[in-house]
């Protein structure tokens, strides 16, 4: 292959690559190394010794002073777009309600709703802009923001429009879904179907036509929607051409996740109480597995994801903030890559994997974001860091040191 150099707008000198191109099995690193950026892209990376000759009259080089490169981290599932918090039921689950006792008796995400309906697209954006640059500081240059607290048409919409500038606001590339599906708002209490059908036949062809989403998800659960209903939802989204995604076998196991195999889906999500068939659905539909460690903290479950059985099928797990006011009220990947080895006993190159290839994969982004690779987007995190578990072994101190974009740097 020949090799363009002239062609080069930035070279990395003096790094260390944790290029995330090996799944979980390592970080793929390269020590001492190099890297080259042409028009957005990674147009060269190797060893220091192999880097070919170029002009460094009109190239920048970046002198990384043995700092470590890994991808822009990918948080694939968020809902960080909300109305007020819920502190108040945090206090009333350390007295011993649950969450769904809380949800069952008017609160949890129906009460969120109430504050979001009642924000303004301006409210709602300058509330989630500081949980959206909390998240970019940390060194995240990819996320997807859900909709799902306003659960009429109106509100679902003025949601994905909020995440839509939040993407003007950051260079952060932003995977919006729509969340219809998340709860059953007050108006329609008794009549899930009929709420049901507006999602299907109202609110997601006015979702597609304005093109405001990339993907739709629903909450199937004893407190969300039935088996029946999300396949009413995934099969009004297929004929929208949209891809689908689950919160499934949250607090039960419902065979959500096998359902949404059947609609080829892109992850499923949460899954704690996910069995083996549900798993080798997921493995041949080619689905990633999100693992929200932050809710299982927050809400102090003690059903752990099968690791196990998904290791054993090769299913590609995924880490995400699950960012929300209810179970995970959390806008920090550090701590979630650290919980996804101290409470799901991830080894911290599976946690860095699930922040970069395989969470690019579950925003089916998974040939440009996520790896160093030759082609990828030139979205790329420096660390000061001497070894890459150090980015899953502490927090509270933030270790990024430069983030750049597209081969720009925005940090
Ligand atoms: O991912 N499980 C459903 N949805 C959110 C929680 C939303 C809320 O409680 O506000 C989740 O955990
Ligand atoms: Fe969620």
Redesign the pocket.
């Known amino acids: 292959m020949t090799i363009n150099s002239s062609a080069w707008q930035t070279v990395f000198i003096n790094v260390n690559l944790a290029t995330m191109t090996d799944g979980a099995n390592s970080y793929g690193a390269i020590a001492n190394a190099a890297l080259a950026i042409s028009d957005g892209k990674i147009a060269w990376l190797g060893k220091a010794t192999d880097l070919p000759e170029y002009d460094a009259d009109t190239v920048k080089v970046i002198d990384g002073q043995g700092k470590w490169l890994t991808p822009g981290l990918v948080d694939c599932h968020t809902?960080l777009v909300y109305g007020g918090n819920r502190a108040n039921e945090f206090e009333m689950r350390l007295q011993g309600k649950s969450y769904q006792e809380i949800a069952n008796a008017g609160g949890?995400?129906v009460s969120?709703v109430s504050a979001t309906r009642k924000a303004s697209e301006a409210e709602l954006f300058a509330a989630a802009l500081p949980r959206l640059t909390a998240l970019h500081q940390q060194g995240v240059t990819s996320i997807e923001i859900k909709s799902g607290y306003g659960l009429d048409t109106e509100n679902e919409i003025k949601m994905l429009k909020v995440a839509g500038q939040l993407a003007e606001a950051l260079p952060v590339t932003i995977k919006r879904t729509f969340l219809g599906a998340?709860a059953l708002p007050h108006e329609y209490k008794g009549k899930p179907d009929e709420y049901v059908d507006l999602v299907c036949n109202e609110m997601l062809p006015q979702v597609a036509k304005e093109n405001l989403a990339d993907a739709v998800d629903v909450?199937c659960e004893g407190i969300g929607f039935s088996l029946a209903q999300t396949e009413q939802v995934f099969a009004a989204a297929k004929n929208h051409g949209l891809p689908v995604k689950i919160?499934a076998e949250?607090l039960s196991n419902l065979g959500g996740s096998e359902l949404a195999a059947k609609y080829n889906a892109l992850s499923s999500d949460?899954i704690e109480f996910l069995d083996e068939a549900g798993i080798k659905a997921m493995k041949a539909a080619d689905m990633v597995a999100v693992l929200?460690p932050g809710?299982f903290y927050f809400l102090r479950e003690t059903q752990l994801p099968p690791m196990e059985l998904l290791r054993k099928h090769q299913v590609p797990m995924a880490i995400a903030t699950?960012s929300?006011?209810?179970?995970?009220p959390i806008s920090n990947i550090q701590l979630m890559l650290n919980m996804g080895c101290t409470l799901f006993r991830l080894t911290p190159a599976e946690a860095l994997a699930g922040v970069t290839c395989h969470g690019a994969k579950a925003l089916g982004l998974s040939n440009k974001k996520g790896q160093l690779a030759v082609g990828f987007d030139a979205d790329i995190a420096m660390w000061n860091i001497e070894q890459p578990a150090e980015l899953c072994y502490q927090f509270g101190v933030n270790p990024l040191n430069e983030l750049y974009v597209a081969g720009k740097k925005v940090v």
């Open positions: 809902h949890g995400i969120t998340h909450f919160h949250q949460h929200l809710a699950d929300n006011p209810g179970s995970s």
